[in-house]
T-cell receptor, first 115, second 111 residues
Framework: EPEVTQTPSHQVTQMGQEVILRCVPI?????FYWYRQILGQKVEFLVS????????KSEIFDDQFSVERPDGSNFTLKIRSTKLEDSAMYFC?????????????FGPGTRLLVL | QKEVEQNSGPLSVPEGAIASLNCTYS??????FFWYRQYSGKSPELIMS????GDKEDGRFTAQLNKASQYVSLLNRDSQPSDSATYLC???????????FGTGTQLKVEL
């Protein structure tokens, strides 16, 4: 069964460093998302991406964040200068367009720890 | 602010019992509703989606939607210990189809 994959599973970084989180969405999906979940809190929307551009972003997704689809398979989230409060689980999700096309399927997540 | 509200629990039920999980949402324009299950440290796993008023059944689970009351629920008719997890209600809001999640209800199924 097709699934969303994410790498790395864990990332530890120093405050102020740049991190890139990688995702491979389900192959025939066209809509891509990033969410985050701070420990003990709810899952929060960061950004949605369609047709090579951001379709919506939350107020969390400030200038320190960017997304890119560098090739036909990867979808990345970059945090330019990490802060302590960026420590969270980051989930990538994707959805198709037909037959249950509104359902978003989540990857296993990347646990980011900023020290 | 578009909100999704859930009782955080924990909800404890014995094995084989019915577990009822509830969710309310504030955006009256929402059209799509999802229940995800999340085990500790893992990602959300889809249980069921529902788009129309009424009931939708899938195996041991039944989702119920009442748009007039802005209420969606999930029934687990034969709860198993392996169902012990946090259940997330998610509502599709916004033009980009972003999901707004509730805080989740922790379910504990006891032997």
């Amino acid at each position: 069964e097709p699934e969303v994959t994410q790498t790395p599973s864990h990332q530890v970084t120093q405050m102020g460093q740049e991190v890139i989180l990688r995702c491979v969405p389900i192959s025939n999906h066209l809509y891509f998302y990033w969410y985050r979940q701070i420990l003990g809190q709810k899952v929060e929307f960061l950004v949605s991406f369609y047709n090579n551009e951001i379709s919506e972003k939350s107020e969390i997704f400030d200038d320190q964040f960017s997304v890119e689809r560098p090739d036909g398979s990867n979808f990345t989230l970059k945090i330019r200068s990490t802060k302590l409060e960026d420590s969270a689980m980051y989930f990538c999700a994707s959805r198709g367009t037909s037959g249950g096309g509104e359902t978003q399927y989540f990857g296993p997540g990347t646990r980011l720890l900023v020290l | 602010q578009k909100e999704v509200e859930q009782n955080s629990g924990p909800l404890s039920v014995p094995e084989g019992a019915i577990a009822s999980l509830n969710c309310t949402y504030s955006d009256r324009g929402s059209q799509s509703f999802f229940w995800y299950r999340q085990y500790s440290g893992k990602s959300p796993e889809l249980i069921m989606s529902i788009y129309s008023n009424g009931d939708k059944e899938d195996g041991r689970f039944t989702a119920q939607l009442n748009k007039a009351s802005q209420y969606v629920s999930l029934l687990n008719r034969d709860s198993q210990p392996s169902d012990s997890a946090t259940y997330l209600c998610a509502v599709n809001t916004g033009g980009g189809n972003k999901l707004t999640f509730g805080t989740g209800t922790q379910l504990k199924v006891e032997l």
